[in-house]
């Protein structure tokens, strides 16, 4: 299907909520949590780089490259190549971020892999590659065939919006996983950064909701001709 | 769009999902929990009253009232009333699963909205009740003109599916949040009522996972000719 509103228009929202979202985790994380490193005494310093690379690699990176083919007026070769590259970049903001969670635990002598939102990220993470390095093969280099081009790609789009979403949702998670341990903590239910942490967790809903609707909209082709790819 | 699947095949697995979602979360509450109540000197046994109504309520029963147009064999006003009622049911369910939390809260003196689950559930039931509220007047009583019922389909299935998939998130929040709180406390994070909790979570992603899929599948009538809701 795709909704009768121009794609271009919604992807203005995207780019939008995206800033939005990437300044807010940056705010809670460099002025509330005390800063990123990749070495530190300070470990939580270590952690804090997992929500940023997790929500502008996967989640920002992530939603602008699904939205790439609706949202560019370049020709259809090289869309395919900005939502190839874009995507391999959030993929590899995506690796660096959880390895900065297993890097925080195992320094800090915290549980690995128990909570929901671990093993759903190790799902999800992993089902990002194989879907990337799928359509790689069958729509890059080498390339399937015809029928396998055209049988594959409403799975490819299907699928992607699939583990998107799951992504998403994901990320809410992780806010309210680490907000419940901060507030266990002594951090104030109701004080500015919690409503800071929620309120991102929003913006990044609010996203993902944008990057789904842009997807399903009519791209700058379909509003002369009615082609869609699902 | 329909995608070339038959809905029926896969509405099966909604049902088994919904089946298996529902013994794992009564298993949880009444044997790991201690059971459910509406008033008790343990608070915690009304808490336990709000997860098994909103999965099997507002998840399951909302999931079934979403297939149902694809999933059953009978007239299209039959599975409308269907769809109508079985909706109505989720929400009344949904309703009364997050007033127990709530009664819970109140009675045990815990403090109320400050969590994204619960910022979430709010704005979840409200567009729920919505929609609801808008499909009955404008598809069954006094019903719209044709014009307004055929403009509102596309987004009537498009938002439904939205607020659907934002309360199958929202579920895996609320898991989540319920189990950090009892490992806080003590529970085992690597322990059967820890694995039980989060593979619920997860058998409620695959039922909403099936759910949409359902939804954009093939009903039996598109199997005779080419009409799809969305």
Chains 1, 2 share one sequence.
Request: aromatic share 14%; proline share 2%; glycine share 10%.
């Amino acid at each position: 299907m795709a909704l009768q509103i121009k794609a271009m228009y919604l992807s203005y929202v995207v780019h939008v909520l995206g800033v939005v979202g990437a300044v807010m985790v940056l705010v809670w994380n460099i002025h509330f949590r005390g800063g990123l490193a990749w070495e530190s005494s300070n470990k939580n310093l270590i952690f804090n780089v997992h929500p940023v690379l997790m929500l502008i690699g996967l989640i920002i990176m992530g939603g602008e490259a699904i939205i790439s083919y609706k949202a560019l007026p370049f020709k259809k070769a090289e869309k395919k190549l900005i939502h190839l590259i874009l995507h391999g970049i959030a993929l590899i903001l995506g690796i660096i971020g959880i390895y900065m969670a297993f890097k925080n635990h195992n320094e800090s002598g915290i549980a690995n892999l128990y909570s929901l939102h671990s093993w759903l990220g190790i799902g999800i993470i992993s089902l990002y590659g194989i879907q990337w390095v799928y359509g790689f093969l069958v729509f890059f280099y080498p390339g399937g065939s015809g029928d396998l081009r055209r049988d594959s790609l409403p799975w490819h789009a299907l699928f992607g919006m699939f583990v998107y979403i799951l992504a998403v949702a994901n990320s809410a998670l992780g806010f309210l996983e680490k907000l419940t341990f901060m507030e266990n903590s002594g951090t104030d239910k109701y004080g500015t950064e919690a409503f800071l942490v929620n309120f991102t967790a929003i913006v990044a809903i609010l996203y993902g909701t944008f990057v789904i609707l842009t997807a399903l909209s009519r791209s700058p082709e379909e509003d002369h001709h009615s082609y869609s790819a699902i």
